[in-house]
């Protein structure tokens, strides 16, 4: 069973018909036709590994300091997170499962109390709070302050937003609220400004969008009101002045940043949750965006993130399916659009989210990508078949 976090109830998944046309050339011995866009096959199913009940994010992070990547995932069945140490060659140790807060929903990382490990902060959409764990030498976590919240938080971000050195939070909240905390560097966070915008705020995302050097936030509206990404930008001093929306597909899960054509601009990354789509926006470099771009994934995307898998300097995108249980990969043709149709593999039930990870290996360092499996209460790792990744810029050169 798919245990669904966003309380919306599902939908019949459809799919979106693309009709190829090819163009025929007359010539002297007759017509040709163009061959149909065959989507290279750069990666291959792995090995999955069991987590809590029901997971909603896993985040790569080396939380031991042994230069590998291990893996954390938010657990909203069974209230935990789960710790999975890496072995560096795409392998990963038998999880270690904590008790958190109720049904923790999503995370942030940061370095809260200053020592050099890293900490985690949760939304806990069940206790309507927000949970700090403090990270320590041997990878695991101890339990730091809690702050209640008004109501239901559903993501988290967190980033520098007032320029004192100490990482800052925003979560966003089911009631149509954005909640800021104020960080005091001593893993202690004040409660900051508190926003009411927008419906059923679903995520939200930071980074200095006009290079002001001030940190701006971008919200996706899931509601059936909005249908919307509002950009936030920033004050400097952990406020954001009103927004402006850009008009998305249907019910946007998730927004993210990239650099779509290679213009080291930030752009957006945003998946829709119906109609089985996502919407790219080509940004200005002043915090403005141009119309959005709509394209098709295969059916129910629920999560999605931008990076160069072929090589070939162009920003493509890797989106998991959670009705049609698979994982897509478009490659980018380097101006927001993406050949048609994308390479699909199959995962395990449900794939909630996604992330990306380094694998070291005797021949070379590649990438390769984990699906949080909702529905099989798992992690899924794909390796890459050989391709070295290029990671593009995605912001303006100091």
């Given at each position: 069973m798919i245990r669904r976090a966003d309380g919306h109830n599902r939908r019949r998944p459809w799919n979106l018909v693309v009709m190829a046309t090819s163009l025929s050339l007359l010539v002297a011995s007759g017509c040709t036709k163009q061959d149909p866009y065959t989507p290279?096959?750069?990666?291959?199913?792995?090995?999955?590994?069991?987590?809590?009940?029901?997971?909603?994010t896993v985040t790569p992070i080396d939380v031991n300091q042994d230069g590998l990547t291990d893996l954390l995932t938010t657990n909203i069945g069974s209230d935990t997170l789960s710790i999975l140490l890496g072995n560096g060659d795409g392998t990963f140790r038998d999880q270690i499962q904590l008790s958190t807060c109720k049904e923790p929903r999503s995370l942030a990382l940061g370095m809260f109390n200053r020592d050099p490990y890293p900490d985690v902060v949760l939304a806990c959409s069940g206790g309507d709070e927000v949970a700090v764990l403090f990270g320590r030498a041997d990878g695991k976590f101890e339990e730091g302050p809690r702050y209640p919240v008004h109501r239901t938080p559903i993501a988290i971000a967190s980033d520098d937003l007032n320029g004192d050195q100490a990482p800052d939070l925003v979560v966003a909240l089911r009631n149509d609220k954005i909640k800021v905390f104020l960080g005091t560097g001593t893993g202690e966070f004040t409660h900051g400004a508190q926003y009411e915008y927008g419906d059923t705020p679903t995520s939200v995302a930071l980074a200095d969008l006009n290079g002001d050097g001030k940190i701006d936030l971008a919200v996706t509206n899931g509601g059936p009101m909005s249908n919307a990404v509002s950009i936030w930008m920033g004050n400097g001093d952990g406020t954001f002045r009103p927004p402006t929306d850009y008009r998305t597909g249907?019910?946007?899960?998730?927004?993210?940043?990239?650099?779509?054509?290679?213009?080291?601009?930030?752009?957006?990354?945003?998946?829709?949750?119906?109609?089985?789509?996502?919407?790219?926006?080509?940004?200005?470099?002043?915090?403005?965006?141009?119309?959005?771009?709509?394209?098709?994934?295969?059916?129910?995307?629920?999560?999605?993130?931008?990076?160069?898998?072929?090589?070939?300097?162009?920003?493509?995108?890797?989106?998991?399916?959670?009705?049609?249980?698979?994982?897509?990969?478009?490659?980018?043709?380097?101006?927001?659009?993406?050949?048609?149709?994308?390479?699909?593999?199959?995962?395990?039930?449900?794939?909630?989210?996604?992330?990306?990870?380094?694998?070291?290996?005797?021949?070379?360092?590649?990438?390769?990508?984990?699906?949080?499996?909702?529905g099989n209460g798992s992690v899924s790792i794909f390796l890459h078949r050989g391709l070295k990744a290029v990671s593009a810029p995605v912001a303006p050169p100091p």
């Open positions: 290279p096959d750069l990666f291959y199913y792995f090995a999955s590994y069991k987590v809590g009940k029901n997971p909603t249907k019910r946007p899960l998730g927004v993210s940043f990239a650099d779509f054509n290679r213009d080291r601009i930030h752009d957006l990354f945003v998946i829709n949750g119906q109609q089985d789509s996502f919407t790219t926006f080509l940004g200005n470099g002043n915090g403005t965006f141009q119309p959005g771009l709509d394209s098709g994934a295969d059916a129910g995307p629920n999560f999605g993130l931008a990076r160069d898998f072929n090589g070939d300097r162009r920003t493509d995108v890797a989106i998991v399916n959670i009705q049609s249980s698979d994982l897509s990969i478009l490659f980018g043709r380097g101006d927001g659009t993406f050949e048609y149709p994308p390479r699909n593999y199959r995962t395990k039930p449900g794939p909630f989210a996604l992330a990306t990870f380094r694998v070291t290996t005797k021949e070379a360092e590649e990438p390769g990508l984990v699906t949080a499996d909702n």
